[in-house]
């Protein structure tokens, strides 16, 4: 492609996507396609000859955008929303046209020193201890799939990175705790790292949704008493069901006690920290061995950027670290090589759109428009608190709101877990919002999450005659 070409469909690539920005609300949120839609309209082999741009281009309207389901819309009120931010879109073109693998120092500087710098930053919005080192994932999932492989790693002596855990009769059952609320990530790496999911203990919550330390504890007790050996704790900041918190500072004493490794997973969450009122949220996590954050979930940065930041970074490369003859440094050279400290080899410049977004925004700029996404939560959940028909069923901790339709004199669960099935159903199928839901104590339960840079308190109000019309048209229908 001539300098001359891709300047012209650059140019009217921006323009399409400037024009797709300002316009993303009057777009449906979900799209009205069924399952082999999409494929059924592309070709079954690929292109034998070169295809001018243009039509490419005309086949993002044509093809793909029939089967978007728009996470930037303002009304995406579904899962935990991610914000592909206008800064942060163009810092992803900037890192695609770079196209460099910061798996090395030498590989990239900047890459790898941009990283150091940005997580940085981030470091200090959250105000988490100086000593703690940052590294860059995909996900989420990856980042606490590396943090349970460091946990298992600080067991130096059971030598599992050289023997593995298959066929060994001299290692004992290992047991990580989460609560019953942790993520699936947490089973996944128990499946990826050879514990199997048997390894995975699940302690009770109170009604609150929160770990229960007492809980905890009996049961590192009852695990050690019949040879099983602990070795990890992974608390939860923001629960992926109801962003509940866990009791960190006293799940912190119970680790420490037990020499146990404490991971925090704040992958949603943790980003409310960088308000100041909200700081608590993070209690305790000063006292963890690693936590992850995502900055793709609330600030503004578009998929796919995970932060883990450790204050063990050694067992971490201690875990992961092999340096093949052909990517040995220049010895001496004092510097950070990112390839050691995760599965990762190859990595991309993400640190450049959590660049542009952190400088674009400033702290101000992003604490400011957190603070409304709970100011508009609680709003909502006031709504749903005073209206007769509706109820909530989990605290409001941060901009997650939990509930479902319920009204007088109707009191049959699975009637009402149904009801409110279809109901969501109904809502996502008008294009003009997408929830979704979870199981909250056997109830089927409608989530509004509030966290997208564009969402505005007339968007939460248009979602909310929304759902009050759908809720009377189902009822009475
Ligand atoms: C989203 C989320 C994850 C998984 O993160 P990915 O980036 O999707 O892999 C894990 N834990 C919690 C609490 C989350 O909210």
């Known amino acids: 492609m001539s300098a001359e070409e891709f300047r012209q469909y650059g140019h009217q690539l921006i323009d399409w996507i400037a024009d797709l920005f300002a316009n993303i609300g009057d777009f449906p949120v979900f799209p009205d396609v069924q399952p082999g839609d999409i494929l059924s309209k592309l070709p079954k082999a690929p292109p034998v000859k070169g295809e001018p741009m243009g039509e490419i281009l005309a086949d993002v309207d044509r093809v793909i955008m029939p089967g978007m389901t728009h996470w930037n819309h303002p009304r995406f009120f579904a899962y935990f929303t991610s914000s592909g931010s206008a800064p942060g879109v163009l810092g992803e073109l900037l890192s695609a046209a770079f196209n460099v693998n910061g798996m090395l120092w030498q590989s990239c500087p900047s890459a790898t020193e941009l990283e150091q710098a940005t997580l940085?930053?981030?470091?200090?919005?959250?105000?988490?201890?100086?000593?703690?080192?940052?590294?860059?994932?995909?996900?989420?999932?990856?980042?606490?799939?590396?943090?349970?492989?460091?946990a298992r790693e600080q067991f130096a002596e059971l030598e599992i990175r050289e023997r593995g855990l298959a066929g060994r009769s001299d290692v004992p059952k290992l047991r990580l705790y989460t609560s019953d609320q942790g993520h699936s990530s947490i089973d996944k790496a128990a499946i990826a790292l050879g514990l199997g999911l048997d390894s995975v203990r699940r302690v009770a919550v109170n009604d609150q949704y929160q770990m229960n330390p007492q809980a905890l504890e009996e049961a590192i007790a009852e695990d050690r008493s019949v040879g099983v050996l602990p070795f990890c704790v992974v608390a939860t900041v923001g629960s992926t069901s109801c962003t509940s918190i866990d009791p960190v500072a006293a799940i912190a004493d119970i680790s420490e006690r037990e020499c146990l490794w404490l991971h925090v997973d704040a992958a949603h969450g943790g980003a409310a920290a960088v308000v100041p009122e909200m700081r608590y949220v993070l209690d305790g996590c000063e006292r963890a061995d690693s936590i992850v954050v995502n900055p793709h979930k609330w600030l503004f940065v578009p998929l796919d950027l995970s932060v883990l930041y450790t204050r063990k970074p050694e067992v971490l490369r201690r875990a992961f670290?092999?340096?093949?003859?052909?990517?040995?440094?220049?010895?001496?050279?004092?510097?950070?090589?990112?390839?050691?400290?995760?599965i990762p080899l190859g990595r991309r410049f993400r640190a450049l759109k959590l660049w542009f977004v952190l400088r674009y925004f400033g702290v101000e700029g992003i604490t400011a428009r957190i603070r409304e996404h709970l100011r508009l939560a609680r709003q909502f959940a006031k709504w749903v608190d005073d209206h007769p028909e509706f109820e909530r069923l989990a605290p409001v901790p941060l901009s997650t709101v939990c509930f479902r339709a319920h009204w007088p004199g109707m009191d049959d669960d699975d009637l009402l877990n149904h009801f409110n099935e279809r109901l969501m159903q109904a809502i996502n199928h008008t294009g003009e919002a997408?929830?979704?839901?979870?199981?909250?104590?056997?109830?089927?339960?409608?989530?509004?999450?509030?966290?997208?840079?564009?969402?505005?308190?007339?968007?939460?109000?248009?979602?909310?005659?929304?759902?009050?019309?759908h809720f009377q048209l189902l009822r009475d229908g």
Request: proline share 3%; aromatic share 14%; no cysteine.
């Open 321 to 342: 670290s092999l340096v093949p003859e052909y990517l040995r440094t220049i010895p001496g050279v004092e510097a950070v090589n990112y390839m050691d400290y995760g």
């Open 120 to 150: 940085g930053w981030l470091r200090q919005m959250l105000e988490l201890p100086s000593e703690y080192f940052g590294i860059i994932y995909d996900g989420g999932s990856n980042s606490t799939f590396h943090a349970i492989a460091a």
């Open 434 to 469: 997408f929830l979704s839901h979870t199981k909250i104590s056997g109830r089927f339960t409608l989530r509004l999450v509030v966290s997208h840079l564009w969402t505005s308190e007339a968007h939460v109000a248009r979602v909310w005659a929304v759902i009050q019309r």
